[in-house]
T-cell receptor, first 112, second 111 residues
Framework: KQEVTQIPAALSVPEGENLVLNCSFT??????LQWFRQDPGKGLTSLLL?????REQTSGRLNASLDKSSGRSTLYIAASQPGDSATYLCAVRHKGGSRLTFGEGTQLTVNP | DAGVIQSPRHEVTEMGQEVTLRCKPISGHNSLFWYRQTMMRGLELLIYFNNNVPIDDSGMPEDRFSAKMPNASFSTLKIQPSEPRDSAVYFC?????????FGQGTRLTVV
């Protein structure tokens, strides 16, 4: 059974810092990995999607990497802003299915 | 496109009552997912449909839960009878290909 773990559970940083969120998964037979953002009381917004054959994806100040063999992904946020404050979730999709298995999320607070 | 639309946004009901949650997926999407989110267990997949057919319902907690997708533009998740431990946020998501789009969720409170 796929298990997804995110570290840290919570993170508080001053504005402007670069930061890294970590995600690990136990079964490397994945189809892809996604990073989502969830604001309080809201749904999930997909930020980046990395196919199993890819090593990284970039969108603006966000960069996500994938090391499938070691079962790890990182989300790098450059020059953090208060508007980045949210919960960030990673989710893996297993080969042969559409099911997404989510981590428990990292709650990020960026202080002005 | 308005995105995935869920109703109601909030539901408060008494224990033992029937609860029906509704979802309208994005037009053209062929997969639909129901998730439940709680503080204790995070986001859990309850069931998903592909082309209106239930593919994996292994996450449905017990017989009190049922889901239907009578057509490509509508799905329901029903809980009968509801219990306090069913209190959670229930999300519907739809996809065509790799990316899933999530609705805003229904916050269910069973008292």
């Amino acid at each position: 059974k796929q298990e997804v773990t995110q570290i840290p559970a919570a993170l508080s940083v001053p504005e402007g810092e670069n930061l890294v969120l970590n995600c690990s998964f136990t079964d490397s037979a994945i189809y892809n990995l996604q990073w989502f953002r969830q604001d309080p009381g809201k749904g999930l917004t997909s930020l980046l999607l990395i196919q199993s054959s890819q090593r990284e994806q970039t969108s603006g100040r966000l960069n996500a990497s994938l090391d499938k063999s070691s079962g790890r992904s990182t989300l790098y946020i450059a020059a953090s802003q208060p508007g980045d404050s949210a919960t960030y979730l990673c989710a893996v999709r297993h080969k042969g299915g559409s099911r997404l298995t989510f981590g428990e999320g990292t709650q990020l607070t960026v202080n002005p | 496109d308005a995105g995935v639309i869920q109703s109601p946004r909030h539901e408060v009901t008494e224990m033992g009552q029937e609860v029906t949650l509704r979802c309208k997926p994005i037009s053209g999407h062929n997969s639909l997912f129901w998730y439940r989110q709680t503080m204790m267990r995070g986001l859990e997949l309850l069931i998903y449909f592909n082309n209106n057919v239930p593919i994996d319902d292994s996450g449905m907690p017990e017989d009190r839960f049922s889901a239907k997708m009578p057509n490509a533009s509508f799905s329901t998740l029903k809980i009968q009878p509801s219990e306090p431990r069913d209190s959670a946020v229930y999300f519907c998501a739809s996809s065509l290909g790799d990316r899933a789009s999530f609705g805003q969720g229904t916050r269910l409170t069973v008292v």
